[in-house]
């Protein structure tokens, strides 16, 4: 559980140090960025640094002692994660999993650590039943909550944490990083690093799926044609989708890149800004014959498919909807 594991972030990864070293630890924190960020591995990482029994001119987590091993192998006593099973977090869940155990002083370690994911899911019940732990803590807990959107937090728990915005990685660490731990060819690398937009966990899935690049086509087939597509051949790109098992995110994403770079392309007429540099002749037909308010249209469609998949809105109407939308916009 070395710095090595976390990609990028330096400002965090050198604020744990120096908080962890220092002892100038607080009882709550929020590790903010979107899914795939490296909020998790960063949570984990700030763990390992805490419950480390290295001595303080050494840099922490070492990796080497009974607790760093004990995190490398996911079974540190002290560190608790909170799981659950719905899609949002309940009053129950932190009560039964935080508020209950959290005055059993720590097995082991200096500290006992919780890492919430997903904790701006939780309630506001949940939020509030928190709070009380927030407010008046052991000396020995630590609270790290992981989360997406940091507006879904109640001002209290906002007022009472310290909040660690996560970063886009640069291309050039991504690109560094799949080619000597996934050993890409550095053409592929760079290319999932551009679309990964500074998102590791992106890039790694990408480089990781065999068919990103057929995910790939057939997002510019469908968009740089959508004005002429049937209703019966949107139906077919959705069976096709679901039948392949493709990742929605990934295909949803793809799609919101295009209308950037036109609505990039229209504002600066830039090729070198472009990701889809090879498409820069339909990038620029597009741009002409769209307006400004046409292509933010597209991209807000796209945004509100993205939230009622993840609220559990039907997937075949969801998605139709959508194309049709794009369609019809054209």
């Known amino acids: 559980m070395g710095n090595e594991q976390v990609v990028g972030q330096e400002q965090i990864k050198e604020f744990i140090q120096k908080s962890v070293q220092q002892s100038k630890v607080s009882h709550a924190y929020i590790l903010c960025g979107e899914r795939g960020s490296g909020r ?16 303080n001119d050494e840099k922490k987590p070492c990796g080497k002692c009974k607790s760093c091993k004990q995190m490398a192998g996911g079974n540190q006593p002290d560190v608790i994660i909170v799981n659950h099973e719905k899609k949002g977090i309940g009053v129950d869940e932190i009560r039964r999993q935080v508020n209950n155990s959290v005055l059993i002083k720590p ?37 790290l909550l992981i989360a997406e959107n940091i507006d879904l937090f109640l001002p209290t728990i906002l007022s009472r944490c310290v909040i ?6 640069s291309e050039t660490v991504i690109t560094e990083y799949l080619m000597n731990t996934l050993k890409l ?3 592929a690398a760079h290319t999932c690093a551009v679309f990964a937009q500074g998102n590791i966990g992106k890039a790694v899935r990408y480089a990781s799926c065999d068919d990103f690049s057929q995910v790939l086509n057939e997002v510019l087939k469908l968009l740089k ?15 096709r989708i679901k039948d392949n098992q493709y990742d929605i995110n990934d295909y949803l ?11 990039l392309y229209k504002a600066v007429k830039d090729n070198n800004m472009l990701i889809f540099s090879e498409e820069s002749k339909s990038i620029a037909t597009d741009a002409k014959l769209r307006s400004y308010g046409n292509l933010e249209a597209c ?9 009622r998949l993840n609220a559990n809105v039907n997937f075949d109407i969801t998605i139709e909807l959508l194309l049709i939308t794009l369609k019809e916009i054209w």
């Open 40 to 55: 998790n591995a960063l949570a984990k990482l700030f763990a390992a640094a805490l419950q480390c029994s290295a001595g």
């Open 107 to 143: 097995y082991e370690g200096p500290y006992k650590v919780y890492i919430i994911p997903d904790a701006d899911k939780m309630t506001a019940q949940a939020q509030n039943s928190l709070l009380k732990t927030i407010e008046e803590p052991p000396g020995y807990a630590v609270l």
């Open 164 to 169: 660690l915005n996560l970063k886009p990685v």
């Open 185 to 187: 060819p550095d053409y």
């Open 225 to 239: 044609n959508i004005d002429t597509k049937r209703i019966d051949e949107l139906s077919a790109i959705i069976k």
């Open 253 to 263: 994403d793809i799609m919101t890149l295009w209308y950037r770079d036109v609505l």
């Open 299 to 307: 991209i807000k469609a796209i945004d509100k498919a993205k939230i």
